[in-house]
C-alpha cells in the first residue's frame, strides 16, 4: 500500500515516464526516415480532377484534399502517352528511349529485352518503327530495391504491366505484390467477381469494387509496418478500361449530364470517384495512424486521358482544353495531374507551374531520404527538391519519345518531341520532303491546345531544340525509326493523319450492331481482312495493319499442348499471332496467344505454334501479319504434342 504523502511524487515519476516515453516515440519518429506513399492513376487525364477547375462533371474532394497538404504541379508530364513506357521511367528514372520500353505491350508472351528495328513497314508508312522492348529487365536498379537496400519494408499494389514473373514486382525489390498481375487492366471487370488467377473478392461484400478492395490491402500494408519506414507503391487500375463501375454511381452521373459538356460519360465519372474513394481510404488510415506527418506522398497518372473508346455512346473523357488524349504526342496525352506532400517541408496548398516528368520522382525521393545512389546508377530525370523547397531548376527541356503511331483521334506518325520552357517541337521521323524529318512547334503560352504550327516562323528555334533531340537520342543510344524504302507516297494521304480509325469515332445515339462477317470455309475474317478460297488454299487480302481470322472447333479439344501448324506464302509485313479460345471465356484473350515471327517473301513456309490451353479448347484466332498485302494459306492442322493429328482444315 502506498502512503498517503507519498502519492504526490509517485505521481510525478509515473507522469516523468510517461513524458519521457511520449519524447523518446517522438525522437524516433523524427529520426526515422519518412515512409514514401507513391499512388500512380492509369489513365486520368489533366482536365479529369478538380485541381485545376477543368471540370463540372467529374469529382474529385479527395485529391483535393491531397492537394491541400502539398504541392501541386501545373505542367506535369508523363513520360510517355501509353502506360508501361511511364511506368518503367518511374522505377528506374530512366527515359524510353534509353530503357526501350516504348509501348504497351509487357504482357505478350514474346520476352524482347532490347529494342528491335522491324525489317520493313508497310507501303504507306515513311518510317520503319522499333519494336518495343517487353519487359523491365533485372538489370535495372529500381526504386524499390534502392529502397528496400535503405531498410524500407516494400509493396506493390495494383497494376503493374511491365511483365510477368520472372519480370514481376516480387523480381524487382518489391516485398509484396497483390494482385500480382501482369495485365494491362482488371481482369475482367472493376466490379466483382474478377477474374485474377489468385486473388478473389470478398464473398461476403456484394459487387465488391476493385479499387475498393485494393486500397484496403494496402491499408493492411500501411498497418503492420506502421514502425518501420515503408514503400507503398499503389499503382491503381482506375480508370483504364474495361469501362464499368458501381452502378449506383453510374445512375448517379447520369442524372448529372449536361449534354452540352465535353465531359459527359457517367460509366467514366463513377469510376473517378471510386478512384477518389481510394486515395480517401489511403489518407484517412495515414492520419488515424498518426504517421501522415512523416510520411511522403506523390500523385500522378501514366498518361493523358482516354479519348478514343466509346463508352455509354461517349468517349470517356475529354482533356480540354489541351489537343488530344492517351496515345498522342500532344499536351492531352502527356500532360497529367500531379501532387507532392511533404509535411513540414513542402508548403501547404501550394503550386508550381515548372515542367517535370515521371523520371524525376526517383532522384527526387532519393534527395529527400538523403539516400545515395547507386555508384553506377544514372538518371534521365532530375532532382526536383528545389521546386519543393520554393526554388527552380535548370534544365534544357524534357523529352518524351513515341516511335508508334496508333491510329487514335489526333495520331502523327512515330516521333519525339521536347519542352522548353513556353516552346514544344515535335519532331516527326522522316516525314518530310526525301526523307528528312519533319517538325511541329508550339509555343503553349500562347496556344495551350496546339492548334497554330508556327515552325516555318521560328527555323532558328526549330533547329536550337531539334539539337537538343538529337542530343538526347544519341546519349540515350535509342534505337529509332528508319526512313522506309518502299514508302509509296501514292499509298499515304496527309489528310488523312490525325483522324482516328471510324471504331474510334464517339457514336451519334444508339450504337448499331457490328454485322458479322461471312464464314469462308469456316474462318470468319476480321480486322482490315477479306477471305476468298482459290486452288484450295484460303487466301487472306488486308488492307490495314490488323487482319485476323477465326475458327470455332466442332468440338472442343480437352489435350494441351497442342500444335497448330501453319503452312503460309505472305506479302505482308511483320510478326504473326495466334490466340487461342477456351471454355471460361467467349473471346480471345492477349494472354491466351502466341506470337511467331513470318518471313514475307511469297514463299510457302510452315510454321509450328504450340498452344498450352488449361482448359477445353474451343477456338482458334490467326493473325498472319501486321500490315496491308496478301497471304495465302495452303495447309492448317491442328495435333497434339507428338504430332499426331487432332483436326485438318480443308480448303474446297
Known sequence: MIRPFLWVPVCALMCFAVSRANANEREVTQARKPNVVFILADDLGWSDTSLFGTTNFYQTPNIQKLAQRGMTFTRAYSASPLCSPTRASILTGLAPARHGITSPTCHLPIVRLKPELKAMAPANQQAIQPDSVTRLPPSYTTLAETLKASGYATGHFGKWHLGPSPYSPLEHGFDVDVPHWHGPGPAGSYVAPWKFPDFDHDPEVPDQHLEDRMAQEAVKFIRKHRDEPFFLNYWMFSVHAPFDAKKSLIQKYRGLVDPEDEQRCPTYAAMIESMDDAVGTLLEELDRLGIADNTIIIFASDNGGNCYSVVDGEWPTNNRPLRGGKATMYEGGVRT?????????????????????????????????????????????????????????????????????????????????????????????????????RYKLFNLSEDSGEQSDVSELYEDKVRELDKLIEGHLTAAAATTPQPNRHFDPKQYDPAREGVPAKKFERSQGSAKPKKRSKPVAGWVPGGTASLTVTKESLVVESTGRDPFLSFGLPR???????????????????????????KDANFFKAERSHIFDVTHDGQAHEYSIVLKPTSPLLGIRIDPSRGSGKVVISELRLTNEDDVLIYKWSFQ
Do not use: C
Open 337 to 437: 495531374p500531379a501532387i507532392v506532400v511533404w509535411p513540414g517541408k513542402v508548403e501547404k496548398a501550394s503550386q508550381s507551374d515548372v515542367i517535370i516528368q515521371s523520371m524525376d520522382y526517383y532522384p527526387t525521393l532519393l534527395e529527400m531520404l538523403d539516400i545515395k545512389p547507386d555508384s553506377q546508377q544514372q538518371f534521365d530525370g532530375i532532382s526536383i527538391l528545389p521546386v519543393l523547397q520554393g526554388g527552380n531548376i535548370e534544365r534544357d527541356g524534357i523529352f518524351t519519345y513515341f516511335p508508334h503511331n496508333p491510329p487514335v483521334p489526333d495520331w502523327i506518325p512515330p516521333s519525339i518531341s521536347v519542352h522548353q520552357g513556353d516552346w514544344k517541337l515535335i519532331r516527326i521521323f522522316h516525314s518530310g520532303e526525301k526523307g528528312e524529318h
Open 556 to 582: 472442343a479439344t480437352k489435350l494441351s499442348p497442342v500444335k497448330l501448324h501453319v503452312t503460309m506464302a505472305s506479302e505482308s509485313v511483320g510478326s504473326g499471332q495466334v490466340y487461342w479460345r477456351e
